[in-house]
């Protein structure tokens, strides 16, 4: 019996499954987009958090459009250039923001469930 099979079955990986990606089970973020708020990237929540802050001041200093995006534009430039303040970053191999390869949408794969294989909400993965 191979290890770590306490029941005597070995379950398939789930390669194909619409809730897999990169070893992990996206399947209850799929349910609730957004609901579990300790999977999101603690980067982008952060800047997110700036951006809302850069808001309000603004809306109190009654700013027009053109200047607000002059403003944000050079503000996230800074922002972006600040080290990266997570212990799990690593580069990314394409472009996004941040530049962090466990970043999936606004997510971080690494706090996702640790794909178990073929379960109960294993779904083919169909093209559309």
């Known amino acids: 019996?191979?290890?770590?099979?306490?029941?005597?079955?070995?379950?398939?990986?789930?390669?194909?499954?619409?809730?897999?990606?990169v070893g992990r089970c996206l399947y209850e973020e799929q349910l609730n987009p957004g609901l579990n708020t300790a999977w999101r990237c603690g980067v982008q929540a952060r800047?997110?958090?700036?951006?809302?802050?850069?808001?309000?001041?603004?809306?109190?200093?009654?700013?027009?459009?053109?200047?607000?995006g002059r403003l944000w534009r050079l503000r996230f430039e800074r922002l972006a250039e600040e080290p990266?303040?997570?212990?799990?970053?690593?580069?990314?191999?394409?472009?996004?923001?941040?530049?962090?390869?466990?970043?999936?949408?606004?997510?971080?794969?690494?706090?996702l469930p640790v794909c178990t294989g073929h379960c109960v909400n294993y779904r083919l993965h169909t093209k559309a």
């Open 84 to 111: 990266v303040n997570c212990p799990d970053f690593e580069p990314a191999l394409v472009d996004t923001l941040p530049e962090c390869r466990h970043l999936f949408v606004d997510i971080c794969l690494l706090r």
């Open 47 to 68: 800047w997110e958090a700036v951006y809302d802050d850069f808001l309000t001041r603004a809306e109190n200093f009654s700013l027009d459009e053109t200047e607000l």
């Open 1 to 21: 019996m191979p290890k770590g099979s306490e029941s005597g079955l070995v379950r398939l990986p789930a390669f194909g499954c619409r809730s897999y990606h």
